[in-house]
């Protein structure tokens, strides 16, 4: 199938709404919304909640389309229970924890954007989507010249 359901990666509040809808545009879905005089919604009142600290890095991902692979074929969790209802099936599993992130030193976060900043600049002269370091120091350096 084109879309496997949600990511996987998207814990506590903030994204998964803006990745469903960047999911459904990749795989070539296309949303369609009705008039508000067919169809409204209202959104539940709910408590305030802490955007989840790897938002970012996982809405980073998103854009790039790092989670396109996820989805509910890939979803691990552990079975807890079934309780089932007149209406309803109850089933409780335990999801694995969230990403954990690494607190990268400052060092390595201006090598990182060194090394992106030169991948847009020669993608946007070569018309590529994207271009290999090696490639770019041997094309744009020679240090036999210096």
């Given at each position: 199938s084109k879309f496997d359901g949600l990511a996987n990666s998207f814990y506590g509040w903030g994204g998964e709404d803006d990745d469903?809808?960047?999911?459904?545009?990749s795989s070539g879905l296309q949303?369609?919304?009705?008039?508000?005089?067919?169809?409204?919604?209202?959104?539940?009142k709910h408590d305030k909640a802490v955007e989840?600290?790897?938002?970012?890095?996982?809405?980073t991902q998103s854009k790039h389309n790092q989670l396109m692979t996820e989805g509910r074929s890939t979803l691990q969790y552990k079975l807890q229970d079934v309780i089932e209802f007149p209406l309803y099936t109850l089933v409780k599993v335990q999801l694995p924890g969230p990403i954990r992130l690494v607190n990268k030193g400052i060092a390595r976060?201006?090598?990182e954007n060194f090394d992106n900043t030169i991948n847009q600049a020669m993608s946007s002269l070569f018309n590529q989507k994207e271009v290999q370091k090696e490639e770019f120091y041997s094309k744009a350096f020679s240090w036999d010249r210096v």
């Open positions: 469903l809808y960047h999911r459904l545009n949303i369609h919304r009705n008039p508000p005089m067919i169809a409204r919604y209202q959104m539940l989840s600290p790897s938002l970012q890095h996982v809405m976060r201006m090598k």
